[in-house]
């Protein structure tokens, strides 16, 4: 089954502890602070892979999670860093945010592109001695992971996309100019997903023809298949529009002509100013009279037309050699560029989020951040205590309770942690 839309969660690996050690040698009197930091989480990646075409893959596994750090140790032993995840996934996959739709990356190169970043591992408490203080007994704790949902879409990576009503020859046509061998037979929606075939022009020459099934009046909308399918025509780099030039439905070939081309102006209106050819196939189904007729309608909108009858491949060349000689002069496949976070004002830096509350009369302080700081406190140490008040002062939470009422003498509560507020 063919599958171009997933939805997962991936977790980065979690950084680890730092230590608190002393060195302990026969000996060695006072031998100070020795303890290590800890490892850094590992990332969650992704990579192309030629090999997959679909994400059926992640119908069946959601959720994704890479390896933690390891804690610091004794004797200035740092904890190994987490094993980074490589997530594959077929090529031209884009990776959004699922709250807000945010492109984080394209997935069209070689290279891993890291998508949620290990958290780094916590200092050990070697780190905090000062001349004045000299035997610290606290350490960070290592910072989280980062933790997202994200949207998986697949766009096929294509030169050239033919579009068109179901059962006018788009598949017999990839199946006679390339080595694909898509579903063909005389009924509509044959073909239930997109079918890749590379066109050879000579040594060193080729480019990748993709068909694109389901097209019909309302596609952009989402009748028939063409709304679940329209994403893979956005990268192509040139459209062939081929129309049943006989008319063999009962249909219109230039009526079939203008609901397609109004199709993709409703999806994306840069396809309509998309690079054009169009084929009239089935030629030999019809006479010379009502060619010629669709020839001049054709190009009096300003496209080339090429006769042809795919079944037999008879015209089907100058057709190839057209699109050969128009891709070389065309830019490379469409690749989207990953969308910036906003942009922080310059006064908040080093400011961090907190959200207070009052329950019955205290006021409770939260912030994911903080989580982190309080866990990492040695609340029977007093120099531990005075590195807590310099962050809660830096990081604006003692001017955040000033702006939420407290006053001296006020219970405040940070994570079950309760002390009196003090001017």
């Given at each position: 089954?063919f599958?171009?839309?997933a939805k ?16 302990r ?10 303890g290590?930091?800890g ?12 090999n ?6 992640f ?11 390891e ?7 740092f904890?190994k860093s ?5 997530i594959?996934?077929?090529r ?8 807000t739709g945010?492109?984080?990356a ?21 780190h ?13 704790p290592?910072?989280?992971g ?14 050239v996309?033919?579009?068109g009503?179901p059962?006018v ?8 100019v ?13 073909t ?7 066109v050879r022009m000579?040594?060193g020459?080729?480019?990748v ?28 780099r ?18 079939d ?19 054009m050819?169009v ?6 189904l019809?006479?010379d ?11 009096e909108?300003?496209y ?8 037999i ?8 050699q ?5 891709l ?10 990953p969308?910036a976070l906003?942009?922080?004002?310059a006064?908040d ?7 207070i ?7 409770v302080?939260e ?6 700081v ?14 807590l ?10 001017d ?8 001296q ?14 001017d």
């Open positions: 089954m599958i171009d839309v997962i969660t991936v977790r980065a690996g979690n950084g680890g502890d730092g230590a608190v050690a002393f060195r040698e026969k000996y060695v009197a006072a031998g100070g602070p020795e290590g930091d490892g850094r989480g590992g990332n969650v990646a992704f990579q192309a892979d030629d997959l075409s679909t994400l059926a893959d119908r069946y596994k959601r959720k994704y999670a890479a390896a933690n750090g804690n610091g140790g004794s004797r200035r032993c904890g987490g094993e980074d995840l490589i594959r996934v077929p031209g996959t884009l990776v959004k945010d699922a709250q945010r492109l984080l394209d997935i069209s190169q070689d290279e891993p592109q890291v998508i949620a970043h290990g958290g780094r591992g916590g200092w050990g408490n070697s905090f001695a000062t001349p004045t203080r000299q035997a610290p007994r606290f350490a960070k290592g910072m989280p980062e933790s997202l949902e994200l949207q998986l879409e697949l766009k096929l990576l294509a030169d996309g033919l579009i009503f059962n020859g788009k598949s017999t046509l990839v199946s006679v390339s080595e694909a061998k898509p579903v063909i037979a005389n009924y509509h929606f044959t239930l997903s997109p079918v890749l075939g590379v000579g040594e020459s080729s480019f023809m993709a068909d694109i099934p389901g097209l019909i009046e309302g596609a952009g909308e989402g009748a028939g298949l063409g709304h679940q399918f329209l994403r893979h025509v956005e990268r192509c040139l459209l062939v529009h081929i129309v049943d030039v006989s008319g063999s439905e009962g249909r219109d070939p230039k009526e002509f203008e609901i397609i081309n109004r199709e993709l102006q409703k999806f994306n209106p840069d396809l309509a100013q998309r690079p050819l084929a009239g196939n089935k030629c030999d019809t006479d009279e009502h060619i010629a007729e669709f020839r001049r309608y054709v190009e909108k300003g080339a037309f090429f006769p042809i009858m795919a079944a491949r008879y015209d089907v060349d100058p057709l190839l057209k699109i050969q000689e128009m070389s002069k065309l830019p490379p496949i469409l690749r989207y560029e969308e906003p942009q922080t004002p006064e830096f080093g400011r961090r989020e907190v959200r509350t009052q329950q019955d009369g205290i006021f302080v912030g994911d951040w903080l989580a982190q309080v866990r990492s406190i040695n609340f029977d140490d007093y120099e531990s205590l005075q590195y008040q310099r962050v809660l002062l830096n990081a604006g939470v003692i955040a309770l000033y702006d939420a009422g407290a006053k003498g006020d219970t405040v509560s940070i994570y079950d942690i309760e002390f009196d507020f003090v």
